[in-house]
T-cell receptor, first 118, second 119 residues
């Protein structure tokens, strides 16, 4: 069965610290997509990254980086030198491409609330 | 590109009234749109998937007579909460999948959400 686990319910760090948000997924498909979204207090989801299952290269975008490890079924997200504006709820999600009746639905993790204190 | 709008952004209504929420893809055609519900401090819960021109597919536990979904065109889907009650108060989010997106571009574009409060 497909599942996304974000074990960290809430993380609180002081500004400028690095922080890693964990995401572990389960799927039987060999082709799938992983996503990270940010949801600030306004509620609007902000797309951060999409990664397909065949691309295990880590990605860096400014202060954000992602570590995709198929061997451990993890897709962790690191924020370097965190800022107060990074405070939000972050969701990891999985979409399976092979399930014909899936309509490419997203399977969501529970989310991690990140609090960056000044 | 790939902008999805929702209207209204916020609505307050009396118990027993019906509320319609619109979801529009502004610069692309969406064969598939998704409706989510999000309670405070919880994750998104998929309510239904709608494909243009056909009936919506509802997730288990979602009352189709309560939450009417109409996907009448490639750019518009509506969710009507009928006879709303306080327990229907929630944040409703729609998303859309680009008609031209192949299997290699599996992404949903999200609307900004609608906050419904039923008094």
């Amino acid at each position: 069965a497909q599942k996304v686990t974000q074990a960290q319910t809430e993380i609180s760090v002081v500004e400028k610290e690095d922080v890693t948000l964990d995401c572990v997924y389960e799927t039987r498909d060999t082709t799938y997509y992983l996503f990270w979204y940010k949801q600030p207090p306004s509620g609007e989801l902000v797309f951060l990254i999409r990664r397909n299952s065949f691309d295990e290269q880590n990605e860096i975008s400014g202060r954000y980086s992602w570590n995709f490890q198929k061997s451990t079924s993890s897709f962790n997200f690191t924020i370097t030198a965190s800022q107060v504006v990074d405070s939000a709820v972050y969701f990891c999600a999985l979409s399976e491409a092979e399930a014909m009746d899936s309509n490419y639905q997203l399977i969501w993790g529970a989310g991690t609330k990140l609090i960056i204190k000044p | 590109g790939a902008v999805v709008s929702q209207h209204p952004s916020r609505v307050i209504c009396k118990s027993g009234t019906s509320v319609k929420i619109e979801c529009r893809s502004l610069d692309f055609q969406a064969t598939t749109m998704f409706w989510y519900r999000q309670f405070p401090k919880q994750s998104l819960m998929l309510m239904a998937t709608s494909n243009e021109g056909s009936k919506a597919t509802y997730e288990q536990g979602v009352e189709k007579d309560k939450f009417l979904i109409n996907h009448a065109s490639l750019t518009l889907s509506t969710l009507t909460v009928t006879s709303a009650h306080p327990e229907d108060s929630s944040f409703y989010i729609c998303s859309a999948r680009d008609r031209l997106a192949g299997i290699s571009y599996n992404e949903q574009f999200f609307g900004p959400g609608t906050r419904l409060t039923v008094l």
